[in-house]
């Protein structure tokens, strides 16, 4: 069974541009979730989607969007890039049945670079 | 403060030792505990799933979470070189809004030859 998958694994951007990252999750996961990994800072939740709908977001800011699609992978756009926004960018998907043994599974991630 | 503190390490070990690693949360909504393991470039990998309080074991890896002290902990017994990575602790509520998980900052963890 193919696991999470996630592109481009690299992207380099300047800033001002903006960033498109993709994910597709595990056969039969309807739930995304995109999380942040900068130097230092651990992981820190951006956005869970789950049939199509943005169901939470955490602290950030609203340059950071998103949108799930019918076959439910999932896109994270980030405009107006900052060097901050330079991190690894993990995607995750789950049954999206929240309250039993749900669990999320990782994608190998998108290095992106801001210069 | 943050929701999850962990000791961000590193810490080096001998092949063969016992590993302890620990974090302590601050959100008594927490109910569901996980460690995952994250080699260097690499997406994190699930390791252990824990519910409420109690012990887990899978082979050389044991689970603990004590709800009343707030405080959960991955053991490693016999550890081997291929274990050292990140290791990260993740944590979620039972809401159905709140499936995010909220993880520790991640212990380095070396084991020598």
């Known amino acids: 069974e193919a696991g999470v998958t996630q592109s481009p694994t690299h992207l380099i951007k300047t800033r001002g541009q903006q960033a498109t990252l993709r994910c597709s999750p595990i056969?039969?996961?309807?739930?995304v979730y995109w999380y942040q990994q900068a130097l230092g800072l651990g992981l820190q939740f951006l956005l869970w989607?789950?049939?199509?709908?943005?169901?939470n977001r955490g602290n950030f800011p609203p340059r950071f969007s998103g949108r799930q699609f019918p076959n439910y992978s999932s896109e994270l756009n980030v405009n107006a890039l900052e060097l901050e926004d330079s991190a690894l960018y993990l995607c995750?998907?789950?049954?999206?049945?929240?309250?039993?043994?749900?669990?999320?599974?990782f994608g190998p991630g998108t290095r992106l670079l801001v210069l | 403060q943050k929701e999850v503190e962990q000791d961000p390490g590193p810490l080096s070990v001998p092949e063969g030792a016992i590993v302890s690693l620990n974090c302590t949360y601050s959100n008594s909504a927490f109910q569901y505990f996980m460690w995952y393991r994250q080699y260097s470039r690499k997406g994190p990998e699930l390791l252990m799933y824990t519910y409420s309080s109690g012990n887990k074991e899978d082979g050389r890896f044991t689970a603990q979470v004590d709800k009343s002290s707030k405080y959960i902990s991955l053991f490693i017994r016999d550890s081997q070189p291929s274990d050292s990575a990140t290791y990260l602790c993740a944590m979620r509520a039972n809401t159905g809004t709140a499936s995010k998980l909220t993880f520790g900052t991640g212990t380095r963890l070396q084991v020598t030859l």
């Open positions: 995750a998907s789950s049954t999206g049945r929240s309250g039993s043994k749900e669990t999320q599974y």
């Open positions: 989607y789950d049939e199509g709908e943005e169901r």
């Open positions: 056969s039969g996961h309807t739930s």
